[in-house]
Structure formats: C-alpha cells, structure tokens
C-alpha cells in the first residue's frame, strides 16, 4: 500500500501529520502537485511535480494509483475515480469515501455546482480547526492499522 497526497490544496498541518505517519509506518508517501512541496528528507516521502493544469495532478495520481492505495484529496471527483479503481480516499477533514458514500458527495457537490454557477453565493469550508486535525489523524492511524501490509 502506498499514499498518495493531492498536495495542491492539501493543508501544511495535514502534511505535517501524513509526514509522521510515513516515517513511523515505513509506508510511501507520495505527494503531487503542480508547483513545490516542501517535503523532510526521507527514504518513505517522495515529490511529483507535474505541469500545471487542470486535473493534470489528479490525472497523475490515477494513473500510478494502485488498488488498495489510500489517497488524500479534498477533490470529490478524484475521490471518486481512485474509489472505482479500487483505492480509498480520505479528506482532509477525516472523512473516508467509499463505494457506499461517493456517489452522494459526488450529487451534493454537482448540486452546489449549479447553485453557484447561477449566482448563489454557497460560501467555502470552514477553516480547518484542531478537532478536525485531531480526527483526521485519528482516521488515518485506523485506515493505516486496518490496511498496512494487506
């Protein structure tokens, strides 16, 4: 098994805790993006920086993903591909998609789409609070012990 990180939009604090975890586990962290990444020197972390575009980081992580890799990623479209290729992913935020739940996220997000693309202003995210760091860690430690060296 390896991780992949949408590192684009992925938070600095997010990297930090998947950062720890590979040096802990020994699994291979590979981030991807289309500008720089500061990553620790490490045998575990890697960089791939791909041109800049769109989905061309997304593209790239599909393309190398393996199934039974975890992936995280905010982005609700490539959460679904890597789902159907077999993989899992985690946002952010500590919430794993899966065959069960992706096709919901998938609606809400078309849905809120088209509200603002006919003005509705939808507002983002909140900004990431310590509970939510503090989940999403907790979910990676359970993903990575259920699904290390399967």
Known sequence: MKIWVDADACP???????????ERTGIELTLVANRSVRIPSSPCIQFIRVP???DVADNEIVKKL???????????????????KGGYALNPRGELYSEENIKDRLSLRDFMDTLRASGVDTGGPPALSQSD????????????TRHAGN
């Open 12 to 22: 600095v604090v997010i990297k930090d805790i998947l950062f720890r975890a590979a």
């Open 52 to 54: 800049s575009g769109l």
């Open 133 to 144: 760091r503090k989940y999403f860690a907790n979910q990676l430690d359970k993903f990575l």
């Open 66 to 84: 393996s199934a039974g890799d975890l992936v995280i990623t905010s982005d609700i479209p490539l959460a679904a591909e890597v789902v159907e």
